[in-house]
């Protein structure tokens, strides 16, 4: 700390090791303590079970978290996964067939993703209220044309691409895998990444230097949008019905696993590889082991509650140390 | 050559520029200058595109130009380094550098970050600041190397024309010695540099040329050489400065309002012990990382600290000591960083000069606001300071940067604390209404209020102090007093002992 030191603040630092990793040790602590638990939790089919139930929830957090990268929320996902498969169904009770319901589900997504990016940048609207104002919208829209949210059978073809697999693994699984490399890529490695983090960082800034702030805004919010319509698309193929459950929750979901994985809900910080990933994971790995003990189904809200709680803390700690 | 021709912008009440016009020429550095409010930031928030004038026009060597935005300023190599710096905290030097053209790798659709870093050294090398690491972090550089950052970045995109607002208000001597360097670097390269500053020492060392804004009009241009420091003062205020008055000595009261012991805090402070007295206007002297406001943030019980105590005189005038966090009920403070902690941003000035005081303008029972009572003090304190607003409902955030300081200080000043505890209380503020300040420091100390003041300005510790500790590294290593107080003096004393390296 003198008048020709370059950097301040660089020493190890045990606290902000926890704060900074601690879910990540969490999740190896969880790992292992699994594994000595139940027998049957390391074995190839539980962890599948494990990786095939956090598919939705992997994609759409990974796009959820550029979303939170650029300092804003998207509180839209769970109910835009409801609205487009809801739309989809309502097309093929009037004739539409396998291949246009899937573009319908996407098309949904990144136009419903368009109009929150409009609300967001061109109206100014703040991301979290426009978005909830949106959620509750898009549940409204699907209940209306699907009367209530019945159940709906879904075109056979649905059941079929979830039970494809390549080398023993459903390709489900593998292709949301490659789209969270895909997307950690192009966070770390593409322009558009660097101005995602330099949007969070400052948007002050970002404007004054005259980065395409709207635009990057807008992509961000279409990416976060398809990714919702993946998710509506992926549980219909899992349960092979529509049903007005899809999900469900998923939008405090995206927002703790993120959170989890280290990404700041102020903005400027985070990454989907490892970050969210073991994040959701996480969540799941819960859920699992609860399952695999025994325990009371209504236990899982509870402990879910608790680590959302956590998780928003740490941050909150980061965040506070940051500062001063 | 850069002309900015009869330039006009109107704010809702206030018309900030009226008729101006700038000329600057390559290989020189042209001074803009003039009082809080004269309109410096807007003229060149103009220049950079991030405002658009109502009248006027701007040329580039004999070509007209019309700017929409930062960007369309970027491609007319207009750079702008401002007077809050831009950077995004979490992300590498070399992006910071390369963020509004970021190099392609060979790979489609990817950056290329080792690129970056090679060239960001290259273009710190430029500029002397070879001990920056591109890979480092923004936010864990010092505020010195940001700047150099922000540099890089503007000679980085191509800038022949680079305008610095107010650029040496948070640095330390030996960074502005370094901007200095590079200044006078960019100058010789045949740059057109625009350099705005309230330290006229800064003006006559570094600049050519200089042009003067008062009230949003030019009131003076011409060439700095064998220019003396009065006149540009008595060109910036309007009229001759006012002989500085002496303070009166030697009227101490021997009573200790405030006192301090053996705190230690980290590294930070070790074993720090000092009394304040009633009426007194104690300096803390120390280099930019000597744990000057550390050490006040510890004393208010705002960081956490691992020893000490700190004894405050109660009503019944005994020493009593503090219990976490209480203190700041007592005392008045005036932060160091005016957009951090200093201010309500969005809200108007009478909120902001009444918000430390809200008590003294609720009806007594039902506690409603007494509106009427606000803003007539509100106005009483925009005189006081000379703060140029349009009315007293204007938000805080529409001021000018100085503007912004003194509405800081007149709200701690209007909460009227026996203690005041001021950290850069004149940052940003021009040298008329600096000396304004000076004096309403000096009357309310001889009214008996204590100020205990934290500066890096040599010369305002000099003016204002009664007795002055010298904090090194974390310890108070001297104290001087009276006659002690010079501008040498403390100087060598900051420098000296020694220990100022690792
Ligand atoms: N966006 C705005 N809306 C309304 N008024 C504004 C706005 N920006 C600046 N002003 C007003 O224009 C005038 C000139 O402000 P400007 O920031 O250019 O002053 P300055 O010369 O840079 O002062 P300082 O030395 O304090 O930085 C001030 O009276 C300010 O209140
Ligand atoms: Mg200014």
Redesign the interface.
């Known amino acids: 700390?003198?008048?020709?030191?370059?950097?301040?603040?660089?020493k190890f630092d045990l606290t902000n090791f926890f704060l900074s990793y601690g879910f990540y040790i969490l999740f190896a602590v969880m790992f292992v303590v699994c594994g000595i638990i139940s027998p049957f939790f390391l074995t190839k089919d539980n962890l599948m079970q494990i990786m095939w139930g956090a598919t939705t929830l992997l994609v759409v957090a990974a796009g959820g978290t550029f979303v939170i990268i650029t300092g804003n929320m998207d509180m839209s996902v769970g109910s835009l996964a409801l609205c487009s498969s809801a739309i989809a169904v309502y097309a093929m009770n009037h004739g539409a067939e396998f291949s246009h319901m899937v573009i319908i589900i996407f098309a949904v997504g990144a136009a419903v993703g368009a109009v929150n990016g409009i609300l967001v940048t061109y109206c100014k609207l703040n991301s979290m209220l426009a978005t909830l104002g949106m959620m509750t919208l898009l549940r409204g829209i699907a209940l209306n044309i699907t009367n209530g949210g019945a159940q709906t059978t879904l075109p056979d073809e649905f059941r079929m691409a979830a039970d494809f697999k390549i080398g023993g693994i459903a390709v489900l699984i593998i292709v949301s895998l490659l789209i969270l490399i895909l997307f950690q890529?192009i966070l770390r490695?593409?322009?558009f990444g660097?101005?995602c983090?330099?949007i969070g960082?400052?948007e002050?800034?970002?404007?004054?230097?005259?980065?395409p702030i709207r635009k990057v805004k807008m992509a961000v919010y279409i990416l976060s949008g398809i990714c919702a319509a993946f998710v509506g698309f992926v549980t219909c193929c899992k349960v092979g019905t529509y049903s007005g459950t899809i999900g469900n929750e998923m939008e405090f979901d995206v927002v703790t696993v993120c959170v989890m994985g280290g990404t700041s809900l102020l903005g400027?910080?985070g990454n989907i590889f490892p970050g969210t990933f073991i994040g959701v994971v996480l969540l799941y790995l819960i859920n699992n082991i609860l399952a695999l003990t025994g325990a009371s189904p209504y236990i899982y809200p509870f402990a879910k509650g608790l680590v959302i709680f956590a998780a928003m803390y740490v941050d909150a700690l980061k965040n506070y140390r940051?500062r001063? | 050559m850069l002309e900015m021709n009869n330039i006009t912008k109107k704010f809702p009440g206030v018309r900030a520029l009226d008729n101006v016009t700038l000329k600057a020429e390559p290989g020189k550095v042209l001074a803009l200058i003039g009082v809080n409010g004269a309109g410096k930031s807007t003229l060149m928030n103009i220049l950079g595109g991030i405002l658009k004038q109502d009248e006027g026009e701007i040329l580039i060597n004999e070509k007209k130009v019309t700017m929409n935005s930062p960007k369309d300023a970027e491609k007319n190599g207009i750079a702008f380094i401002h007077q809050e710096p831009l950077f995004f905290s979490s992300m590498s030097v070399a992006q910071n550098v390369f963020i509004g053209n970021l190099f392609k790798s060979n790979f489609p659709f990817l950056t290329d970050n080792k690129k970056a870093e090679r060239e960001a050294k290259k273009y710190l090398r430029l500029l002397g600041a070879d001990d920056i690491d591109p890979h480092s972090a923004m936010e864990e550089i010092t505020i010195g190397a940001r700047q150099m950052t922000e540099i890089a970045r503007s000679l980085a995109m191509g800038a022949n024309i680079i305008i610095f607002d107010e650029p040496t208000s948070s640095l330390s001597l030996h960074e502005k010695n370094k901007l200095f360097d590079v200044i006078r670097k960019l100058k010789q390269e045949g740059k057109i540099i625009i350099y705005i500053s309230h330290f006229l020492d800064e003006i006559t060392e570094l600049c050519d040329d200089y042009l003067v804004l008062r009230d949003g009009k030019m009131s003076g241009a011409g060439v700095v050489e064998g220019l003396h420091k009065e006149d540009l003062v008595t060109m910036v205020i309007g009229q001759k400065p006012s002989a500085a008055e002496k303070k009166a000595a030697g009227n101490l009261s021997e009573e200790t309002i405030l006192k301090v012991s053996h705190i230690v805090s980290g590294n930070l402070l070790q074993d720090v012990n000092f009394e304040l007295r009633k009426g007194e206007i104690l300096g803390i002297w120390g280099l930019m990382g000597s744990g000057r406001t550390e050490l006040v943030r510890a004393v208010l019980g705002l960081d956490r600290i691992d020893a000490g105590e700190v004894f405050f005189m109660d009503k019944d005038k005994s020493l009593k000591k503090i219990k976490k966090n209480t203190l700041l009920k007592k005392v008045g403070y005036v932060t160091e960083s005016r957009h951090y902690d200093g201010l309500f941003l969005n809200m108007d000035i009478t909120n902001n000069c009444t918000a430390a005081k809200l008590d003294n303008y609720c009806t007594r029972r039902m506690k409603f606001i007494r509106a009427d009572k606000e803003v007539q003090d509100t106005k009483k304190l925009i005189q006081k300071l000379n703060i140029k607003v349009p009315d007293e409902k204007t938000p805080a955030s529409l001021l000018s940067g100085g503007n912004q300081q003194k509405v800081v200080f007149a709200k701690w000043l209007n909460k009227g604390a026996p203690v005041l505890i001021l950290d850069e209380p004149t940052r940003g503020v021009d040298v008329g209404s600096k000396m304004e300040i000076y004096k309403i420091i000096r009357k309310i100390a001889a009214e008996g209020t204590s100020v205990l003041l934290i500066s890096s300005e040599v010369d305002e510790m000099v003016d204002l102090s009664d007795r002055v500790i010298i904090l090194k590294r974390g310890r108070i290593t001297e104290s001087v007093e009276g006659r002690d107080i010079s501008n040498s003096n403390l100087m060598k004393l900051a420098l000296s002992g020694g220990d100022t390296h690792e």
């Not at chain 1, 700390?1 to 660089?10: A, E, L, S």
């Not at chain 1, 002050?204 to 980065?211: D, P, Q, T």
């Open positions: 700390m003198n008048d020709t030191t370059i950097t301040v603040r660089r890529c490695k593409t322009r660097a101005y983090y330099a960082c400052s002050e800034s970002a404007k004054r230097i005259g980065l400027g910080r940051r001063t």
